[in-house]
């Protein structure tokens, strides 16, 4: 009589749990916002989630692109995503107008910014810019890059041409119609080898800008505690995520493609591998502070960031324990 007491009482307690395993994790459902649509740069995110590292954290993640990257800092501050991708110049803004937006994991380690250098008119490259014509795409960085490569060449912004081309600098450059534009060298820089189309790449860290993180996992921290639960989860799965890139990094870009089928996957593939080349994939996710310290100096010398700007950016980087980023 016992034992079948016991019997009942066991399969009374599985019909509860709906037959669950006891140590599978409760999952929690978040949504998580890129900074543009997705691509190369965020295979360590889609191989979080379609590894299923994301799943054994309890973690059942929904990755949304954005209608604009301008948008994304508003839907943080909304309480309409619960983590973004975002710029690190676009991160310390929205802390400069009051948004407590602080950055809990780095998307990629280097920074991504560059001014390509397109055939022209003249169907080679210029060496230097002086008297170009240089396409920008009006964000608030763009001047900072710009005059960054200027600086390193001895010239000013008056001795060049600038042209709002917003994000068509490709078509732009490979017409004839610009000189050079404000791009990514991870991004446009691959599509132009990738055309045949002759440029020179004038990286910003190759010209005195600092080594930073470009891309940041940002979270609004009245909403979202950084060193919370949900926070250490996500940033667990994420690091096996970025480890699974980093040993095979065509198998994160399957997960990639699989999930975004409307990739091309010769595009995607030249520019992980670009991203590879450059070491701004690694296998962590950690956030270097001396790294964006390095950064914020900058953007104040360079007049993107007023001072009561970067002080309000100097609290930008909340680093969750250690124990966040470890595997298993």
């Given at each position: 009589?016992?034992?079948?007491?016991?019997?009942?009482?066991?399969?009374?307690?599985?019909?509860?749990?709906?037959?669950?395993?006891?140590?599978?994790?409760?999952?929690?459902?978040?949504?998580?916002?890129?900074?543009?649509?997705?691509?190369?740069?965020?295979?360590?995110?889609?191989?979080?989630?379609?590894?299923?590292?994301?799943?054994?954290?309890?973690?059942?993640?929904?990755?949304?692109q954005p209608g604009s990257s301008a948008e994304v800092s508003k839907l943080l501050g909304a309480d309409r995503t619960d983590f973004a991708v975002m710029d690190i110049a676009d991160l310390a803004i929205a802390r400069s107008q009051g948004v407590p937006l602080v950055a809990i994991a780095a998307i990629v380690q280097k920074p991504l910014a560059a001014v390509i250098v397109g055939p022209g008119a003249?169907?080679?490259?210029?060496?230097?810019?002086?008297?170009?014509?240089?396409?920008v795409t009006g964000t608030p960085a763009d001047d900072l890059v710009l005059d960054t490569i200027l600086g390193a060449q001895g010239l000013v912004r008056s001795e060049v041409d600038t042209v709002n081309v917003g994000f068509g600098a490709v078509?732009?450059?490979?017409?004839?119609?610009?000189?050079?534009?404000?791009?990514?060298?991870?991004?446009?820089?691959?599509?132009?080898?990738?055309?045949g189309i002759p440029t020179r790449e004038l990286r910003i860290q190759q010209y005195g800008a600092p080594g930073f993180p470009q891309l940041l996992l940002?979270?609004?921290?009245?909403?979202?505690?950084?060193?919370?639960?949900?926070?250490?989860?996500?940033?667990r799965g994420m690091s096996r995520g970025y480890s699974l890139t980093r040993d095979n990094?065509?198998?994160?870009?399957?997960?990639?493609?699989?999930?975004?089928?409307?990739?091309?996957?010769?595009?995607?593939t030249a520019q992980l591998e670009a991203l590879l080349a450059g070491r701004a994939l690694t296998d962590t996710v950690s956030v270097d502070a001396r790294a964006v310290r390095g950064w914020i100096a900058w953007a104040r010398a360079g007049g993107l960031l007023t001072p009561e700007a970067a002080d309000a950016a100097r609290g930008m980087i909340r680093t969750p324990d250690s124990d966040c980023f470890q595997l298993p």
């Amino acid at each position: 009589m016992v034992a079948l007491l016991a019997a009942l009482v066991g399969l009374a307690t599985l019909q509860a749990c709906g037959g669950a395993e006891p140590d599978a994790p409760r999952q929690r459902g978040a949504l998580l916002t890129l900074d543009f649509r997705p691509n190369a740069v965020h295979t360590g995110i889609y191989s979080a989630v379609g590894s299923g590292a994301l799943d054994e954290e309890g973690i059942d993640l929904t990755i949304r692109q954005p209608g604009s990257s301008a948008e994304v800092s508003k839907l943080l501050g909304a309480d309409r995503t619960d983590f973004a991708v975002m710029d690190i110049a676009d991160l310390a803004i929205a802390r400069s107008q009051g948004v407590p937006l602080v950055a809990i994991a780095a998307i990629v380690q280097k920074p991504l910014a560059a001014v390509i250098v397109g055939p022209g008119a003249s169907g080679t490259p210029q060496v230097d810019l002086e008297g170009a014509t240089v396409g920008v795409t009006g964000t608030p960085a763009d001047d900072l890059v710009l005059d960054t490569i200027l600086g390193a060449q001895g010239l000013v912004r008056s001795e060049v041409d600038t042209v709002n081309v917003g994000f068509g600098a490709v078509a732009a450059l490979s017409g004839g119609r610009l000189d050079a534009a404000t791009a990514f060298w991870n991004a446009e820089g691959v599509e132009m080898r990738r055309a045949g189309i002759p440029t020179r790449e004038l990286r910003i860290q190759q010209y005195g800008a600092p080594g930073f993180p470009q891309l940041l996992l940002a979270v609004d921290s009245r909403e979202t505690r950084p060193d919370s639960p949900l926070v250490c989860s996500l940033l667990r799965g994420m690091s096996r995520g970025y480890s699974l890139t980093r040993d095979n990094p065509f198998e994160g870009l399957e997960l990639l493609l699989e999930a975004n089928p409307g990739l091309d996957r010769s595009s995607q593939t030249a520019q992980l591998e670009a991203l590879l080349a450059g070491r701004a994939l690694t296998d962590t996710v950690s956030v270097d502070a001396r790294a964006v310290r390095g950064w914020i100096a900058w953007a104040r010398a360079g007049g993107l960031l007023t001072p009561e700007a970067a002080d309000a950016a100097r609290g930008m980087i909340r680093t969750p324990d250690s124990d966040c980023f470890q595997l298993p």
